[in-house]
């Protein structure tokens, strides 16, 4: 039995199957927590509206930010790189994109409830990739960055 072969391959296998067990775990944990956060914050609104409604009495505007670094773990990094080679949808990154979505806009929606605000409008929706490596410039990571105007206007609350 050629114990080098083995070596070889598990060098291969063993990264692909810690990604795929830590790369699930930590995702679903991810999702459980995106899901409670946005219960919490369900009551503050947020519109991508530039303009607020005639008759609502504004107080108080603050620019509020939420940003999100998300990255994806190796095993869907290696699909991603078969997807690259053979084409189609590149599902593994649409879960990271839209767990990274949905960070950054509760991250700004916290920092808007922590300014005692009722609602933001004009929200903004940032996105770069962070960190690419290999000869195809395979995304490892991505931010997302929203933003939005926060007020006081007593009509939205709840």
């Not at 080098?4 to 391959?9: G, Q």
């Not at 999702?31 to 919490?40: P, T």
């Not at 949808?89 to 005692?116: F, H, N, P, V």
């Not at 409008?121 to 926060?150: H, K």
Request: glycine share 8%; with cysteine.
């Amino acid at each position: 039995m050629d114990y080098e072969f083995l070596l070889n391959v598990g060098l291969i296998v063993v990264p692909l199957l810690l990604g795929f067990i830590f790369g699930q775990w930590n995702e679903k944990r991810h999702y459980k927590s995106i899901l409670r956060r946005e219960a919490e914050l369900r009551t503050l609104m947020a519109f991508s509206s530039r303009h607020i409604p005639k008759g609502i009495e504004v107080s108080d505007p603050h620019l509020v930010i939420g940003s999100a670094v998300i990255s994806v773990d190796y095993f869907k990094t290696f699909l991603a790189s078969l997807r690259g080679i053979f084409g189609g949808t590149m599902s593994s990154y649409e879960t990271l994109l839209e767990r990274s979505r949905r960070e950054a806009i509760l991250r700004m929606k916290q920092s808007a409830r922590d300014l005692g605000a009722d609602v933001v409008f004009n929200v903004r929706l940032e996105t770069c990739p962070v960190f690419a490596s290999g000869g195809q410039n395979t995304t490892r990571s991505i931010e997302v960055m929203a933003y939005g105007t926060a007020i006081k206007a007593p009509v939205f609350r709840g």
